[in-house]
């Protein structure tokens, strides 16, 4: 079978998670009226049971909620919802909800971007212990290599040390978000594989050369030459989309 038809089939087989299922209840209740702006959320017990899930589901979904400034807490009134008019709201809901069940092709698009960047103002900004820690992610990573083991989490620690290196705490969040979902439909699809891991330790030491070496162009084209396969392949997701495959 070809990626495209894997990757679709998966797609195909999603189903709702208990957590989109709250903030999509929550949505109705803002729509239907049942909810205005400025109004207190009811507790998670009594969530939990009208929409018959767990209570850390519920917290889950008002965390992501809370995160993207449709809901907020304030002190002694407990979690309420934001006060930017219905309209607005329901945008951002909706657009959560886009973000949760995003396409494969525009996850990786945006990897590669924040990736990119974070290489750049790594090489600007880090310092010795920064680079200590990069190098200590990258030892960990080519350890598992060379025994011919996974090395999935090695990988993620050591792209989530150069997004630490780059000082922007804004950047490291958004990586923390999308490098994690990124990697686990990679998993899933099992796309990565015929010796790619000892390709991508070399990558990883150009990288780390480029950052020590303090050279920030070099470093971000590193990055995205590191990443070209996974570019490549999230371009050619879209474009069969696009012709409706």
Same mark, same amino acid.
């Given at each position: 079978?070809?990626?495209?038809?894997?990757?679709?089939?998966?797609?195909?087989?999603?189903?709702?998670?208990?957590?989109?299922?709250?903030?999509?209840?929550?949505?109705?209740?803002?729509?239907?009226?049942?909810?205005?702006?400025?109004?207190?959320?009811?507790?998670?017990?009594?969530?939990?049971?009208?929409?018959?899930?767990?209570?850390?589901?519920?917290?889950?979904?008002?965390?992501?909620?809370?995160?993207?400034?449709?809901?907020?807490?304030?002190?002694?009134?407990?979690?309420?919802?934001?006060?930017?008019?219905?309209?607005?709201?329901?945008?951002?809901?909706?657009?959560?909800?886009?973000?949760?069940? &995003?396409?494969?092709?525009?996850?990786?698009?945006?990897?590669?971007?924040?990736?990119?960047?974070?290489?750049?103002?790594?090489?600007?900004?880090?310092?010795?212990?920064?680079?200590?820690?990069?190098?200590?992610?990258?030892?960990?990573?080519?350890?598992?290599?060379?025994?011919?083991?996974?090395?999935?989490?090695?990988?993620?620690?050591?792209?989530?040390?150069?997004?630490?290196?780059?000082?922007?705490?804004?950047?490291? &969040?958004?990586?923390?978000?999308?490098?994690?979902?990124?990697?686990?439909?990679?998993?899933?699809?099992?796309?990565?594989?015929?010796?790619?891991?000892?390709?991508?330790?070399?990558?990883?030491?150009?990288?780390?050369?480029?950052?020590?070496?303090?050279?920030?162009?070099?470093?971000?084209?590193?990055?995205?030459?590191?990443?070209?396969?996974?570019?490549?392949?999230?371009?050619?997701?879209?474009?069969?989309?696009?012709?409706?495959?």
């Amino acid at each position: 079978m070809s990626r495209i038809g894997i990757f679709k089939d998966f797609q195909e087989i999603q189903l709702e998670s208990p957590v989109d299922k709250i903030i999509r209840e929550i949505r109705v209740l803002i729509i239907s009226g049942q909810l205005n702006p400025g109004d207190r959320l009811p507790s998670e017990r009594r969530l939990a049971e009208r929409f018959s899930v767990g209570r850390s589901n519920v917290r889950d979904a008002i965390k992501k909620l809370e995160f993207y400034g449709i809901l907020k807490t304030v002190p002694q009134s407990g979690t309420v919802v934001a006060s930017i008019g219905i309209t607005a709201l329901e945008g951002l809901i909706s657009d959560v909800l886009k973000i949760e069940n &995003s396409d494969f092709a525009a996850l990786i698009e945006t990897r590669v971007l924040l990736e990119m960047e974070a290489a750049k103002l790594a090489a600007e900004r880090r310092t010795e212990q920064d680079l200590e820690n990069i190098k200590e992610a990258l030892d960990a990573y080519k350890y598992k290599v060379k025994l011919d083991k996974p090395a999935i989490e090695e990988d993620l620690m050591f792209h989530l040390k150069i997004a630490a290196a780059s000082k922007n705490v804004v950047l490291k &969040s958004l990586m923390l978000i999308i490098a994690p979902e990124v990697i686990n439909n990679f998993i899933q699809l099992d796309i990565c594989s015929d010796g790619r891991p000892y390709d991508a330790l070399e990558e990883h030491e150009i990288i780390v050369e480029h950052i020590q070496d303090k050279k920030p162009e070099k470093a971000a084209e590193a990055m995205r030459h590191h990443l070209k396969d996974v570019l490549d392949y999230s371009k050619h997701l879209r474009q069969a989309k696009n012709n409706g495959f």
